[in-house]
């Protein structure tokens, strides 16, 4: 398991934090100025007197074709606690594994015959699908393995070798709080429930977390998002109504998390926009905002397995944008076409750092290259 740096708590200070009531705080709106950001507290509720909420500059967007920042400079008195050192505890994550939510690729005895096939089927791609074929019959010609348990381990074995790399664990371990993760994705990937898991598992292992509704043209995703928050026990920031300015919804995501102390925060981003320009202006925006006041740990990008070569597309056009840094797989269990997992890491040269392979919580878990290539090899 992969072991994290995050603030080191009391177990009062836990205990106490989990029992204070539910606040909402509304900052007030500026004349001509899209909505601030409504902040939601349901773990620990903010006090308006004492953590003064600044509010962000949200400039129109037919006034300027390229807006400056959205958000003015914290206050001293933040910034001024921003740069305390927090004191930092090494933990884990709680264990999660894709236990069977993997669809084996072959429904009957394995022949390495067929192999190709298969695999060009699963989406592992032409070229990737000979390599690996003659790769195993190779390495069974020189070990004499023959039968179909035999094959299915030098199967397994070759993947895990392929898919293993040492940078798939999330950016969460240099100390410098709170770790930002932005998400990004079309809509319909699972963006907004991968967030809801993700904030769940860190609050299952004593993280504080605040999560950003930056998707603000779409009220089913903050909507959605706000029920996770809920459950999950994370604060949340959400616009004040639809359509609102999304760095600025970033922007306060941020600024909540250093006044709450909180190791964490998630930004929801727009899934929407149909060309790169409009994409790359909003993302840069999100990212100039929250650069303000944090480092930005993570761009994670959700993908769809279900959607097999198309998601390479999508792939590929958000990576050239967005500044990408792993990729999280969705309805890893809707699909035997689990080879664009593969091929996406080796295509884009981007590791896989999370899965998602069923509707549950807990569905969700690091990437396994071992138990992934398990599933796949299974006899079912």
Known sequence: MFKFLKRLRSSKQESTSQAEPELVAEPPVVAEQAASPVIESPVKPLEPAKVPLPEPEVHAEAAEPEPEPVAKAPEPASAAASEVEPELVAVELPKRSLGTGIRSLFSENFDVDDLEDILILADFGVETAEEITNQLKSVAQKQGASSDAELRLLLKDLLVERLSRNDSSLNLDDGKLPYVILVVGVN????????????????????EVVLGAADTFRAAAVEQLATWAERSGARLVKPAKEGADPAAVAYQTV???????????????????????DLMDELGKIRRAVEKQAKISEVLLVIDATNGQNAMSQAKAFAEVAEVTGIVMTKLDGTAKGGILYALQKELDLPIKLVGVGEQVNDFAFFSPEEFAKGLVARK
Do not use: F, S, Y
């Not at 319909?188 to 429930?193: D, F, P, R, S």
């Not at 909540?256 to 190791?263: G, K, S, V, Y």
């Not at 727009?270 to 790169?276: E, F, S």
């Open 188 to 207: 319909g990937a699972g963006k907004t429930t991968t967030i809801g898991k993700l904030a769940r598992w860190l609050k299952d292992g004593d993280w």
């Open 255 to 277: 600024e909540l998390a250093i006044q709450a102390e909180a190791d964490i925060a998630i930004i929801d981003t727009a899934g929407r926009l149909q060309n790169k320009k």
